[in-house]
């Protein structure tokens, strides 16, 4: 069973640099998983951020990066704001039509 | 601009069957593989079902194969779900999401809609 990894959670202060991770529980997330990384506020459906590794979706600030650190998979805001304050989730492509979702990053912006 | 409409959400007891559907506009709704995702309350979000454009080729999370079915009809711009043998883990936002794809090797999604709640109880 495979398990994608993330921070639980994460604190930043506003106008701060975060980066989030996105980890297998067993080897190394690499650019052929095409993660992928969104966001969601309480109540509402998520929003996609990043497709395919560093690529930001339309309409998204280029305060959003993604990027391979180490091991794993990267989000980073920089110059982080109050309404960032939601949760981060990564999706990585399995192969065989299988997407598995991490258990998201509640990021709290104070 | 694209829009997906999910409906059907209901309160269903456990081992009951239930069916959801999702209309989509603002694009050409037949070139496009779509999924299904869902989210128990308060919880992340998962990875439920693949179909593809011409809706020859599905896929399914271990955690529903056998007791869920996605099938999508072209001329009526509508994906489905047909739920059975409900579990009370089954409760959950329902959303149905597209993917800038046309078979089911997808890589991300690029629109969601805002969800349909299924409840499973007794």
């Known amino acids: 069973q495979t398990v994608v990894t993330q921070e639980p959670s994460f604190s930043v202060s506003p106008g701060g640099t975060v980066t989030l991770t996105c980890g297998l529980s067993?080897?190394?997330?690499?650019?052929?998983?095409?993660p992928s990384w969104y966001q969601q506020t309480p109540g509402q459906a998520p929003r996609t951020l990043i497709y395919?590794?560093?690529t930001r979706a339309s309409g998204v600030p280029d305060r959003f990066s993604g990027s391979i650190l180490g091991n794993k998979a990267a989000l980073t805001i920089a110059g982080a704001q109050a309404d960032d304050e939601s949760d981060y989730y990564c999706?990585?492509?399995?192969?065989?039509?299988?997407?598995?979702f991490g258990g998201g990053t509640k990021l709290t912006v104070l | 601009e694209v829009q997906l409409v999910e409906s059907g959400g209901l309160v269903v007891q456990p081992g009951g069957s239930l069916r959801l559907s999702c209309v989509a506009s603002?694009?050409?709704?037949?070139?496009?593989?779509m999924h299904w995702v869902r989210q128990a309350p308060g919880k992340g979000l998962e990875w439920v079902s693949v179909?593809?454009?011409?809706?020859?080729?599905?896929y399914y999370a271990d955690s529903v194969k056998g007791r869920f079915t996605i099938s999508r009809d072209n001329s009526k711009n509508s994906l489905y779900l047909q739920m059975n043998s409900l579990r009370t883990e089954d409760t959950a936002f329902y959303y149905c999401?597209?993917?800038?794809?046309?078979?089911?090797?997808?890589?991300?999604?690029?629109?969601w809609g805002q969800g349909t709640l299924v409840t499973v109880s007794s």
């Open positions: 999401a597209k993917s800038p794809s046309s078979g089911t090797t997808w890589y991300y999604f690029d629109s």
């Open positions: 603002g694009f050409t709704f037949d070139d496009y593989t």
């Open positions: 179909i593809s454009w011409e809706g020859g080729d599905t």
């Open positions: 067993s080897g190394s997330v690499s650019t052929s998983y095409y």
């Open positions: 395919s590794t560093n």
């Open positions: 999706v990585l492509y399995m192969g065989s039509g299988i997407g598995v």
